[in-house]
């Protein structure tokens, strides 16, 4: 079964300093990979997706990930960190078994600090 | 456009009562799904519908049915609510065709059950 795991339940970083959150995956075929964002009291936003291609995938509001096959990891990262970043992230993998779901990650807190 | 429309933002239901959450979107979506967030856990796909007229079953869909009334509008109710329902509600909705397969997210409904 596809499964998606997000290691580290909160994210610590000052403002300006390069961030990442990490997550790695789990799938039988070639992975479709998301990151979604959600701040407080909203639905979750998407940020970027990996389908097929170059490694390094940028997306919304500066953030990039990084498709990495050996390590099943699709980390998000970020060079400079804003504290208007504080958000939930989630990874989300897509599961082409038994019909066309999103798997979700526990999702990982982000604080940024002025 | 809207987007992805939720009704209601916030519920208190007493146990045992029954209740059904709104969701409508206007992107000429074929597919839509409804999912749960919990703390800690990310979200679970209760129920989603590929296209109008089916339905299937998520990854937690006891104690609540579907119905996918036309393209528009995806209604989740629950017939006898159980503190264990306590959470918060999320409706999407994706574009099959769309490779990426994108989902895009109401704003969610509050539900508390005591």
């Known amino acids: 079964a596809q499964s998606v795991a997000q290691p580290e339940d909160q994210v610590n970083v000052a403002e300006g300093n390069p961030l990442t959150v990490k997550c790695t995956y789990s799938?039988?075929?070639?992975?479709?990979l998301f990151w979604y964002v959600q701040y407080p009291n909203r639905g979750l936003q998407f940020l970027l997706k990996?389908?097929?291609?170059?490694?390094l995938v940028k997306g919304s509001y500066g953030f990039e990930a990084e498709f990495n096959k050996s390590q099943t990891s699709f980390h998000l990262k970020k060079p400079s960190a804003l504290v208007s970043d504080s958000a939930l992230y989630f990874c989300?993998?897509?599961?082409?078994?038994?019909?066309?779901?999103?798997?979700f990650g526990a999702g990982t807190r982000l604080f940024v600090k002025a | 456009n809207a987007g992805v429309t939720q009704t209601p933002k916030f519920q208190v239901l007493k146990t045992g009562q029954s209740m059904t959450l709104q969701c409508a979107q206007d992107?000429?979506?074929?597919?839509m799904y409804w999912y749960r967030q919990d703390p800690g856990m990310g979200l679970r796909l209760i129920y989603y519908?590929?296209?109008?007229?089916?339905?299937d079953k998520g990854e937690v869909p006891n104690g609540y049915n579907v119905s996918r009334l036309n393209k528009r509008e995806f209604s989740l109710r629950l017939e006898s609510a159980a503190p264990s329902q306590t959470s918060v509600y999320f409706c999407?909705?994706?574009?099959?065709?769309?490779?990426?397969?994108?989902?895009?997210f109401g704003p969610g409904t509050r539900l508390l059950v005591l």
């Open positions: 989300a993998v897509r599961d082409y078994t038994g019909g066309f779901k999103t798997i």
């Open positions: 992107m000429n979506h074929n597919s």
């Open positions: 999407a909705s994706s574009a099959p065709g769309d490779v990426q397969e994108t989902q895009y």
């Open positions: 799938v039988s075929g070639n992975p479709y």
């Open positions: 990996y389908i097929t291609g170059d490694n």
């Open positions: 519908s590929a296209s109008e007229g089916t339905t």
